[in-house]
Each structure stands twice: as C-alpha cells, then as structure tokens.
C-alpha cells in the first residue's frame, strides 16, 4: 500500500493530538488542517444505536441547513401538463415522465434529486431499483412526493438536505463548504443533529447517539462531544 502524502501525514498527526472536543473546536481545528486544491465539502457522520433491518428503527429525513450547502443542486422533477409547466418556472433543470423514466432506465442520471408529483408515482415506482441504492427515489415523508413542486425545488436547491441511516447504522450528511465561515459550519452541523435527533424512531432503545464525527472530504475525522451541539437525548 502507498505510503500517504504529506498533507494526510499532517492532517492525522494533528487528529491524533486531539480528544473528543465541541462541536465549535472541531470546525476550526478541520479548517486549520492542510487544504486541498479544491474546496472540500464538511461531513458530518452519526453512529446510532438502531437496526435499520427493522422498519421501526429506520432514520430518515430532512433538514433545510441555515447556511446552504454551497453545492449546486440539480432537480429532476416527474410531473405532467401545468405541474410541468410550474415545475421548468420553478428552476427544475429536468421535466418529464415517461421519456424521463426511460432516461432513467438507460442509465443516465444527471440529477441529486428527484421529486414527483403523487399521480406519476405508479410510473416512478418501477425505477425504485435503480432510484432507491442511490438514495434518489421519491419519498412523501421527506417531501419528495408533494402536488407542491414549486416548494419542493426551492428547498432542494436552497440547502435542505436529505439524510437516511445505512446498514451499519450511520447516518451521513454534506454540511456546507470548508471555505465557509466557522459560524456557518457550526450552525449547519447544529442543525443536523437537531434533524436527526427529531427523526429517532419509536423502535430505538437506550442511548440513541453513539458516536459523532466531523471531517473534510479527504480529511481524518474528529470526534465531537455530543453536549456541544445542543443535542437533548
């Protein structure tokens, strides 16, 4: 195996140093870190205490982030006639139903995120295969499957941001661009505890948060002290 570059070397020796610190301490000693050529996205990663293999202790949702992303959201939206019309108004980079089923099909996916309207579910339906391991199906709970589409794009391309647990019980989410003031960071990443820990499901027994960590994109990460975000468990 290659030995790691000297940013990585300097990045870890500095994680390493650390203990688990506050939410605040944490965004600035990842902004301190050695940077990269491209500005890197915050990751935020949230260990539980739940089995996602049981449908009452599945994690999922949104949360509309109080400084953006800093990402350029691309939407696809499913949707006929004045629903259309309102959608390509609205900012939607693509419309369609059926040839955009088909476009889906094919293999081209040029979109984060798809909303539909509930009268073309039955046609979405068959593409959930391909649209569901890419966390990209239609879902009315996390507002994705809404008449209001209008709505939906605008909180897709200003800063809402969709979470669901993995098998291993994480949960994953882009909290906003290194470049971005620390304030910022710490807000966002405020904010998606604060998602997730509203989204706990009623099959969640004893602790519900195990282990939080913050990091860049190709960065160590670090450990955060659950108080520190405001959290309420």
């Not at 509309?64 to 004045?82: E, H, I, Q």
């Not at 820990?197 to 939080?212: C, D, L, R, S, V």
Request: with cysteine; aromatic share 4%.
């Amino acid at each position: 195996m290659a030995r790691p570059g000297k940013r990585i070397r300097d990045a870890r020796q500095k994680v390493s140093e650390l203990k688990r610190c506050s939410i605040e301490d944490a965004v600035v000693h990842i902004k301190n870190m050695p940077k990269t050529k491209f500005d890197e996205t915050l990751d935020i990663a949230i260990n539980l205490n739940v089995d996602p293999r049981h449908a009452d202790q599945m994690v999922r949702g949104t949360v509309n982030l109080p400084s953006g992303t800093g990402k350029k959201v691309r939407v696809a939206v499913f949707a006929r006639g004045a629903k259309a019309d309102e959608a390509k108004d609205a900012g939607a980079d693509i419309v369609g139903a059926e040839e955009l089923a088909e476009t889906i099909q094919a293999g081209t996916i040029e979109f984060d995120r798809c909303i539909a309207t509930p009268d073309l579910m039955p046609l979405v339906g068959r593409l959930g295969k391909i649209l569901g391991p890419r966390n990209l199906m239609p879902n009315p709970r996390v507002g994705t499957v809404t008449p209001n589409v209008s709505e939906a794009i605008a909180n897709a391309k200003g800063g809402e941001v969709q979470f669901r647990v993995d098998k291993t019980g994480t949960v994953h989410g882009g909290i906003g661009k290194i470049s971005f003031e620390p304030e910022q960071l710490t807000a966002n990443a405020k904010a998606f505890v604060d998602a997730v820990t509203k989204a706990k499901p009623t099959g969640a027994k004893g602790k519900y948060f195990k282990k939080i960590s913050l990091s860049s994109s190709m960065g160590p990460s670090v450990d955060v002290d659950f108080a520190s975000t405001g959290g309420n468990l």
